[in-house]
C-alpha cells in the first residue's frame, strides 16, 4: 500500500483533479473554522474532551479528499495526555492553522514550498514522477534507524539514511496495512551503495539505483547538540511543518538530571531530553561511556534509534 496511490489528479482527468480541488478548499475552509473556535472556546475543554472532538474533524478531512491532513488533526487526541499539552496543543493549532492558509495562497508560494504544502495536505507525487524528475544524489547510505507507527489499519515505517560522503539525511517511507509486512530491504547499520531520487522537500526519497555491492559497516558522521540543532533549524526554515529530523550525535553519553530525567550530554557539555519507552538498552550498552548514538529529533525530545558501540558495534533501540 502506497500514498503515492493517489497523486492528487496528476497526469488525470482535468475535471475529477478540479472537483478534488474544490473538495479540499472547502474541507480547509471548515477546518479553519474548527480551529478557530477550539481557541475561542479555550483549550481547557480540550483536557476532559472525547477523542470523537479530533476524529469527526478527521472524518470531515477525509471526506475533503485531505487524507494526510486528517491523521494530522486525529493525532491530536493524544496531546491532552501530556505533560504541558496546552502550549503543545496551541501550538500545533498554529501549525496547522498556518498550513491552511498556506494552502490558500499557494499559488504565490515559490515551488519547493508549495509542494511541500500539497504533500501535508494529501496530493502526493507519482513514484514514478519522482524517478523521472527529483534530485539524485549518489553515495553509501548508512541505515541509522527506522520507526514504525500506526494510525488506524495503516502502518508507516520511517527509514532514516545518512549519505557517508555527502553527510546527506533521506527518508524513505513505506506502508502496509495493520499486520501486513513493510519493506525490510534496509538493514540497521548497513552501507546502500544506491542513487536516491529526492521528493521537493529534499528530505524524503526513493531508491532510483542500488546496488548489491554493500558499502562498510562503520558508525555514520555524526554531529554535537548544537550542530544538531542548527541542523534542525535550517531545515525547518525550509518547511515549519517538520516534526521529524534524522539525529546523528557523536561522543554523548546518557546522564540523569537533577528531576531524574534521561538526557544524552554531549562532550561540549549540552544535552538533550530522551524520549525512549525503554531506556535501559540504552544505559545498558553504552554503560555510561561516549557512544555515537541516532535517533528521531522531535518537539517531545530525542527518540533513540541505535548506537555504535566500539565493541558491540551497532545496537538498535
Given at each position: 500500500?502506497?500514498?503515492?496511490?493517489?497523486?492528487?489528479?496528476?497526469?488525470?482527468?482535468?475535471?475529477?483533479?478540479?472537483?478534488?480541488?474544490?473538495?479540499?478548499?472547502?474541507?480547509?475552509?471548515?477546518?479553519?473554522?474548527?480551529?478557530?473556535?477550539?481557541?475561542?472556546?479555550?483549550?481547557?475543554?480540550a483536557e476532559r474532551a472525547p477523542y470523537r472532538l479530533w476524529d469527526?474533524?478527521?472524518?470531515?478531512?477525509?471526506?475533503?479528499?485531505?487524507?494526510?491532513?486528517?491523521?494530522?488533526?486525529?493525532?491530536?487526541?493524544?496531546?491532552?495526555?501530556?505533560?504541558?499539552?496546552?502550549?503543545?496543543?496551541?501550538?500545533?493549532?498554529?501549525?496547522?492553522?498556518?498550513?491552511?492558509?498556506?494552502?490558500?495562497?499557494?499559488?504565490?508560494?515559490?515551488?519547493?514550498?508549495?509542494?511541500?504544502?500539497?504533500?501535508?495536505?494529501g496530493f502526493t507525487l507519482p513514484h514514478d514522477e519522482v524517478l523521472?524528475?527529483?534530485?539524485?544524489?549518489?553515495?553509501?547510505?548508512?541505515?541509522?534507524?527506522?520507526?514504525?507507527?500506526?494510525?488506524?489499519?495503516?502502518?508507516?515505517?520511517?527509514?532514516?539514511?545518512?549519505?557517508?560522503?555527502?553527510?546527506?539525511?533521506?527518508?524513505?517511507?513505506?506502508?502496509?496495512?495493520?499486520?501486513?509486512?513493510?519493506?525490510?530491504?534496509?538493514?540497521?547499520?548497513?552501507?546502500?551503495?544506491?542513487?536516491?531520487?529526492?521528493?521537493?522537500?529534499?528530505?524524503?526519497?526513493?531508491?532510483?539505483?542500488?546496488?548489491?555491492?554493500?558499502?562498510?559497516?562503520?558508525?555514520?558522521?555524526?554531529?554535537?547538540?548544537?550542530?544538531?540543532?542548527?541542523?534542525?533549524?535550517?531545515?525547518?526554515?525550509?518547511?515549519?511543518?517538520?516534526?521529524?529530523?534524522?539525529?546523528?550525535?557523536?561522543?554523548v553519553r546518557p546522564a540523569r538530571d537533577e528531576r531524574g530525567d534521561?538526557?544524552?550530554?554531549?562532550?561540549?557539555?549540552?544535552?538533550?531530553?530522551?524520549?525512549?519507552?525503554?531506556?535501559?538498552?540504552?544505559?545498558?550498552?553504552?554503560?555510561?561511556?561516549?557512544?555515537?548514538?541516532?535517533?528521531?529529533?522531535?518537539?517531545?525530545?530525542?527518540?533513540?534509534?541505535?548506537?555504535?558501540?566500539?565493541?558491540?558495534?551497532?545496537?538498535?533501540?
Amino acid at each position: 500500500m502506497s500514498e503515492d496511490s493517489n497523486a492528487g489528479g496528476r497526469g488525470r482527468d482535468p475535471k475529477t483533479a478540479e472537483r478534488r480541488e474544490r473538495r479540499v478548499d472547502d474541507g480547509l475552509a471548515e477546518l479553519d473554522q474548527w480551529l478557530r473556535d477550539q481557541v475561542a472556546q479555550g483549550l481547557a475543554r480540550a483536557e476532559r474532551a472525547p477523542y470523537r472532538l479530533w476524529d469527526d474533524a478527521s472524518r470531515r478531512l477525509v471526506d475533503a479528499s485531505a487524507g494526510a491532513l486528517a491523521g494530522q488533526v486525529k493525532a491530536l487526541a493524544g496531546v491532552p495526555r501530556r505533560a504541558g499539552w496546552p502550549d503543545r496543543l496551541l501550538a500545533e493549532y498554529a501549525l496547522l492553522r498556518l498550513l491552511v492558509r498556506a494552502y490558500q495562497g499557494r499559488d504565490a508560494l515559490p515551488p519547493r514550498l508549495r509542494e511541500i504544502v500539497r504533500a501535508r495536505i494529501g496530493f502526493t507525487l507519482p513514484h514514478d514522477e519522482v524517478l523521472a524528475h527529483g534530485e539524485r544524489v549518489h553515495d553509501t547510505w548508512c541505515v541509522i534507524g527506522a520507526r514504525d507507527t500506526t494510525l488506524d489499519q495503516l502502518t508507516t515505517r520511517r527509514v532514516w539514511l545518512r549519505g557517508m560522503e555527502s553527510g546527506r539525511p533521506a527518508l524513505v517511507l513505506s506502508f502496509a496495512a495493520r499486520g501486513r509486512p513493510l519493506d525490510a530491504s534496509f538493514r540497521l547499520g548497513a552501507g546502500v551503495d544506491a542513487v536516491l531520487a529526492f521528493y521537493p522537500d529534499g528530505l524524503r526519497a526513493l531508491a532510483a539505483e542500488r546496488s548489491e555491492r554493500a558499502g562498510p559497516r562503520r558508525a555514520p558522521a555524526g554531529t554535537s547538540v548544537r550542530g544538531l540543532l542548527d541542523e534542525y533549524a535550517a531545515a525547518l526554515a525550509g518547511d515549519p511543518w517538520l516534526d521529524h529530523w534524522p539525529a546523528v550525535l557523536t561522543r554523548v553519553r546518557p546522564a540523569r538530571d537533577e528531576r531524574g530525567d534521561l538526557h544524552v550530554l554531549d562532550a561540549d557539555g549540552d544535552a538533550l531530553p530522551v524520549r525512549a519507552s525503554d531506556p535501559w538498552p540504552l544505559l545498558a550498552v553504552s554503560g555510561g561511556g561516549p557512544v555515537t548514538l541516532s535517533g528521531e529529533w522531535t518537539p517531545d525530545g530525542l527518540h533513540p534509534l541505535a548506537l555504535w558501540h566500539p565493541d558491540e558495534g551497532v545496537v538498535p533501540l
